[in-house]
């Protein structure tokens, strides 16, 4: 019994240590084999095509057809089967991509080869698999006949007699733990009329039990109706021992899985920055007052946020506001301009009227004397009565407003900002400035997913906060941006690596943390292959060590084969 | 044989259980693959197949005895051609097809009393 299961680590632990032992001569083996408990099957691919055929409970042969090199599945394709060397015509449709056949060919038990030949449109191919039909009337699935259990109780009764004392056990064992109805806590006191008893009898079902039965049979009815209802033959996805997955044809379609061959690619280094949504500086403004005072609503009311505005708009008054000192010293001295005024006009009537006896220069004094006075007076009357107005610094969307109607401002606080959503850019801070000290391409990242193509604006040649600033233009995919915004950017330089090139979503983590890739060997069976990746944007990584070219990798679904346990 | 000889048998021989075998070119020009636990090379000219056959040491194996089937899909069209002894460990047969580039054979080996086995050929596709 020692030796045999030596026997069976062995085989186990072989793949382990083949890399160290691939040479010419050889002893012919397949591929490790699916669980003892799925259904007998078969598979075969070429460069085209890739065929498992899964001998069901029910004696019929199901097809499944998928392209090799993507695993996409092949609809409406013919497949016609010989077995033994005996033409026993197409196999219908079932499904989508599933082709089921029912043939005495394949009741009789042992080896069967079979041929497949397989039209899809132009391309055709013939593919040959060795199936072994097991005794019994059905297969895997069901309980095997009395009399096979018979045959194998006389030739293991071993095993029999340990089962059977198993079985004896446990009955034993439930016997013991069977509730008994324990002796009252409080003694009852007989009633006056002697007729109920001091405790339950021993043999009466408990009623909380009862009323529990017809519940636990609905409950098992439930549970066992869908394992009941299958026709196809669904064998469960499950872990290997060897660290492998076997994920059964119908599993794959149902996850939708798609495969992808390792190409040998070369791809620029990339590097990851947070950076940050910024305004264009010339596109973008900031409304300021540019003295104190009280703000007023211009014409239709203060623009709303997000309203277009032009360049030159106004959007609001200030009035100015003094102190009542300055105040009065502006009255005062229009008051006594005023009076001047008086004065100055008379005396200009007055030499005008003695035109001829004074000397024209008196005249045209007096004249300019009233005109500066009266411009003086027009200069200090706003400063008490006038208000400035407030205009679009550029053209755009209205981003901030911070106004009231009547709210006293200070001078040079911000009132409005305005961004052109056109004309974003996006600023990211680099920690190594040698990095990025060439940049031959950029895109970033939102959280949501949302990628950007930016081009490159220039960098900074002062740090900041340990980082130097970089400023990148938005060219591309600036719906629903705002200011402020994190992202992160990735930043192409021109360094060259030379990897396998996989969308990102090939990428998952395994249960140690570790970033894995799936490889598909064989047309159910999974490896995890731990690799070091580099992403390049938001939708492709490089795989630089940890897979070989030609590998056939899982590109979608990824993620849901590690989950199988 | 002992238990303990077959763990022995288990450990030197499970490592090179899982080698893939990449169909190669054989000695005569054709295309070299498994086939069951030996090696067939096809050679595939005009319309005659021809079959050599070596044990997995790519030692000949004779041919006395030896009934061999193919099924070939060339120039989208099945042909079934049965092989028949003609040298010391060569099949051959003739059939109605044109050994053409992308050419598809499934040989049925069936040795002297042993399982029949099958192989899948491309034996013009090679370079």
Avoid: C
Avoid at chain 1, 107 to 118: A, K, L, M, S, Y
Avoid at chain 1, 377 to 406: K, M, Q
Avoid at chain 2, 97 to 105: E, K, N
């Amino acid at each position: 019994m020692l030796i045999r299961i030596l026997l069976l680590l062995a085989l186990l632990a072989a793949p382990g240590i083949r890399p160290a032992f691939s040479h010419e001569g050889h002893s012919h083996g397949d591929e490790p084999a699916p669980p003892a408990a799925a259904a007998p099957r078969a598979e075969a691919h070429s460069d085209l095509f890739e065929i498992v055929a899964v001998l069901g409970a029910d004696r019929r042969l199901w097809l499944y057809l998928d392209r090799h090199a993507t695993s996409e599945p092949i609809d409406g394709a013919t497949v016609q089967v010989t077995v033994d060397g005996q033409d026993i015509g197409t196999a219908p449709r079932a499904g989508e991509a599933v082709y089921v056949l029912e043939n005495p060919a394949l009741d009789r038990p042992g080896q069967r080869n079979i041929v497949f030949t397989i039209t899809d449109g132009e391309d055709m191919d013939l593919l040959p698999v060795t199936l072994v039909i097991p005794a019994g009337v059905a297969a895997a699935t069901s309980a095997p006949g009395l009399a096979e259990v018979a045959s194998t109780a006389m030739r293991e009764p071993y095993v029999w007699a340990a089962g059977i004392f198993l079985l004896l056990v446990g009955v034993a064992v439930g016997r013991a733990a069977a509730p008994r109805p324990l002796p009252p806590l409080v003694v009852v006191e007989p009633s006056a009329t002697g007729t109920r008893p001091h405790a339950l009898p021993s043999g009466a079902p408990i009623p909380e039990r009862v009323a529990a039965a017809p519940a636990v049979m609905a409950l098992m009815a439930i549970v066992m109706a869908p394992v009941l209802a299958w026709a196809q033959p669904m064998d469960a996805p499950r872990r290997q021992p060897d660290g492998s997955i076997f994920v059964p044809k119908p599993s794959q379609r149902l996850l939708g899985l798609r495969t992808s061959p390792a190409e040998l690619g070369e791809a620029s280094v990339t590097i990851h920055l947070t950076g940050q949504v910024v305004a264009d500086p010339n596109a973008s403004g900031r409304v300021q007052a540019s003295e104190a005072g009280r703000i007023e609503p211009p014409e239709g009311g203060f623009p709303a946020l997000g309203q277009r505005v032009a360049r030159g708009e106004v959007l609001g008054f200030v009035v100015p506001i003094m102190a009542a000192q300055d105040r009065v010293g502006v009255r005062a001295s229009i008051a006594e301009l005023d009076a001047l005024i008086v004065i100055s006009e008379a005396r200009v009537r007055r030499l005008t009227a003695l035109t001829g006896t004074v000397a024209a220069r008196e005249i045209s004094d007096a004249r300019a004397d009233l005109e500066g006075l009266r411009q003086r007076r027009a200069a200090n009357l706003p400063a008490v009565t006038g208000r400035e107005p407030i205009v679009a610094p550029s053209a755009g969307l209205i981003s901030v407003v911070r106004v009231a109607a009547g709210q006293v401002i200070q001078a040079q606080e911000p009132l409005f900002d305005i961004v052109d959503p056109a004309r974003l850019w996006v600023e990211a801070i680099a920690f190594d400035t040698a990095a990025v000290a060439e940049v031959s391409a950029a895109s970033a990242m939102t959280a949501g997913g949302q990628v950007l193509r930016l081009g490159f604006v220039g960098r900074g040649m002062t740090l900041r906060q340990q980082g130097l600033p970089l400023h990148f233009r938005i060219e591309a995919g600036a719906r629903g941006l705002a200011v402020g915004q994190p992202v992160t950017v990735l930043v192409e330089t021109p360094r060259r690596t030379v990897g396998i090139v996989l969308p990102a979503e090939a990428v998952v983590r395994n249960p140690e943390g570790g970033q894995v890739v799936y490889e598909m060997p064989s047309a159910e069976r999974f490896l995890p292959r731990p690799v070091r990746v580099q992403s390049l944007d938001g939708q492709r990584v490089l795989v630089t060590v940890g897979l070989e070219r030609g590998a056939r990798v899982v590109t979608s679904g990824a993620a849901l084969i590690a989950q199988v346990r | 044989m002992t238990p303990r000889r077959m763990l022995l048998a288990s450990f030197v021989l499970a490592p090179f259980a899982a080698v893939a075998h990449e169909p190669r070119r054989g000695p005569n020009g054709g295309q070299k693959v498994d086939i069951g636990s030996n090696h067939a090379e096809l050679v595939a000219e005009g319309n005659t197949l021809r079959l050599f056959l070596f044990d997995s040491a790519d030692r000949p194996i004779p041919a006395v005895g030896v009934t061999a089937q193919a099924v070939i899909l060339a120039g989208g069209r099945q042909a079934t051609i049965a092989l028949a002894p003609t040298g010391a460990n060569v099949l051959a047969g003739t059939g109605d097809f044109l050994a053409a580039r992308g050419m598809r054979a499934v040989v049925t080996l069936t040795l002297p009393g042993q399982r029949p086995a099958q192989a899948r050929f491309t034996p013009m596709d090679q370079n």
